[in-house]
């Protein structure tokens, strides 16, 4: 069970870096760069706001499920 935790540890940083590409090339920036001020607010949300709680929260859970924080040993 531990190996599995830190296999997905790993995954878990994968989607990190996979949303923050997203967030920001896929979703923010072409809201940017459309000129309508509702688009402009949308797009400045997802990638000052939203982008760095998701990103980095995912990676941060899965760099301690990585390094075996979560083991029933360290309780």
């Known amino acids: 069970m531990e190996g599995l935790k830190k296999i997905l540890g790993i995954v878990w940083i994968i989607l990190a870096l996979l949303a923050a590409y997203f967030c920001i090339v896929r979703f923010g920036v072409p809201k940017l760069g459309t000129g309508h001020q509702e688009d402009l607010v949308f797009g400045l949300i997802i990638v000052f706001i939203l982008t760095p709680i998701i990103s980095i929260g995912l990676g941060i859970f899965g760099y301690y499920a ?3 924080e979560y ?3 360290k309780i």
């Open 71 to 73: 083991d029933k040993d």
């Open 66 to 68: 990585w390094k075996g």
